[in-house]
């Protein structure tokens, strides 16, 4: 039996317009804060200051700012609630220690990482190859990208990835845009452009062993339970700002379940709020502000609840389990 549950692939609501998933995520749900907290003792020393301004220097490069939230305490003084959440269980070796914790309205809560506070460290965190080519594909448009992590088994890699390849191919070239209708009664709708919305899954194919990825898939395999077990090839699908909505590990990267998530993702919006999307939202470097192909979403300005604390956001309405054809 497949461990992984596939959800919200019949998104119920009341709602649903001409604009698809992909592009309503990428132009209206920015990815909500990680938080990372550096834990030390007593006063700030010139090495723990130099490694402050160095850690700000990363996470903003001009106007590009990771979706990470960067705080420092002291464990010999009193720590505020948050402070004392993100500390409860750790047990550093050294210190400064770092704790990542997950992002706000996502499937995946607690502790992401813990280890020691260094540049090197927080670099692997925020910063890679991979996940940079992840932000040009989506901000240029392709509707999700599908990371193909490696397991070192080159037998299971290469049947999985061709399954994965040859099954993203045929969605290409199958799936079809929502068409516009004056039935639609979601308010949202496409800016003209010469552009045309497109239906594309590139793969960004990772190798466990890339020094530069090892943070990057240290979070992926975190952000789902259960994790992928190491002698498996899993694939994310990443959309909208850098949501990880959908991993599928070993078997489960089957035809069924990619053609599912492939067609949600291309279909009617429910122009919902962001706590309906499925997943995760990943830790991101981007300027997701923009467009290449100049296209934006236009809606009335209507708050996010998802943005809300959540003792005043509406209830989010239970999705309903999709019924996935026999393989």
């Known amino acids: 039996m497949r461990a992984l549950v596939l959800l919200l692939l019949c998104w119920s609501c009341a709602l649903g317009c001409s604009v698809p998933v992909f592009r309503y995520a990428l132009e209206r749900w920015a990815p909500s804060p990680y938080e990372l907290w550096i834990f030390h003792q007593g006063p700030l020393g010139a090495a723990e200051t130099r490694l402050a301004a160095e850690i700000e220097a990363l996470v903003r490069s001009g106007s590009v700012q990771a979706n990470v939230l960067v705080e420092w305490a002291d464990v010999t003084g009193a720590l505020s609630p948050r402070a004392a959440q993100a500390w409860d269980g750790q047990k550093p070796l050294s210190m400064p220690h770092a704790t990542l914790r997950f992002a706000g309205h996502g499937a995946a809560t607690g502790v992401a990482f813990a280890g020691a506070a260094t540049l090197e460290v927080v670099r692997s965190l925020l910063i890679s190859p991979a996940r940079q080519r992840v932000v040009d594909h989506l901000l240029g448009g392709d509707s999700a990208v599908w990371l193909f992590i490696e397991s070192g088994d080159e037998a299971a890699d290469s049947a999985a990835l061709a399954r994965l390849s040859a099954t993203l191919t045929a969605a290409e070239q199958e799936l079809k845009l929502p068409d516009p209708s ?60 850098g949501r990880a909505i959908a991993q599928l590990a070993g078997d489960e990267i089957d035809p069924n379940y990619i053609t599912a998530w492939c067609g949600f993702v291309a279909g009617a919006c429910s122009c919902e709020v962001k706590a309906e999307l499925p997943g995760s939202d990943l830790l991101l470097c981007a300027d997701w502000s923009r467009l290449s192909d100049g296209r934006r979403v236009q809606e009335p300005e209507v708050p996010n609840l998802a943005a809300l604390p959540t003792d005043i956001a509406a209830p989010v309405p239970t999705p309903t389990q999709p019924s996935i054809p026999a393989g």
Request: glycine share 8%; hydrophobic share 40%.
């Open 182 to 241: 004056a039935d639609d009664s979601g308010d949202a709708t496409l800016a003209p452009s010469e552009t045309p919305l497109r239906i594309s899954f590139p793969i960004v194919r990772i190798a466990r062993t890339t020094a530069a990825e090892a943070g990057f898939i240290g979070l992926l395999s975190a952000t789902f339970q259960p994790q992928p077990k190491p002698g498996q090839p899993f694939t994310v699908m990443v959309s909208g700002q």
